[in-house]
């Protein structure tokens, strides 16, 4: 059961990895030049409620114009994206080039196939715990 358990945090460490890498977090990124505004935004973007690993979203900040760009799975989650931009002081105005992915059982079977394979290897498991 620990096994379990383990394998499932280390999935979701590599999850929010690849989370952060997609809209461009790093340690490097404070210290180039990025700006509140972009700071703001790449957060608000990472906390959004149905935001997962099937998601692509990205940013373009331009003098206080904000354009999201990227694929979603979920028709709620462009709009959501758009109004908790809208929100951070310094936007003036969001361009929302997000597009929605059709909904396919298919499409959604192979991306849970895709992910299970990757995030279900147990090579990802860090520590393994002698039972």
């Not at 929010?16 to 957060?43: C, N, Q, W």
């Not at 290897?121 to 039972?131: H, K, R, S």
């Amino acid at each position: 059961m620990t096994r379990i358990v383990q394998s499932l945090i280390v999935g979701m460490l590599i999850v929010a990895f690849s989370i952060t890498s997609a809209l461009g977090f790093s340690a490097e990124s404070d210290r180039g030049g990025r700006t509140r505004v972009e700071r703001e935004v790449r957060h608000e973007l990472a906390m959004l409620p149905y935001y997962s690993a099937f998601d692509n979203l990205a940013f373009r900040v331009d003098d206080g114009t904000v354009t999201l760009l990227g694929q979603v799975t979920r028709p709620t989650l462009k709009s959501d994206a758009e109004n908790v931009v809208k929100r951070i002081e310094g936007v003036e105005r969001v361009i929302n080039k997000i597009d929605v992915l059709p909904p396919s059982p298919e499409d959604d079977r192979i991306r849970i196939a895709t992910y299970r394979a990757i995030y279900g290897d147990p090579a990802l498991v860090f520590c393994p715990v002698n039972n």
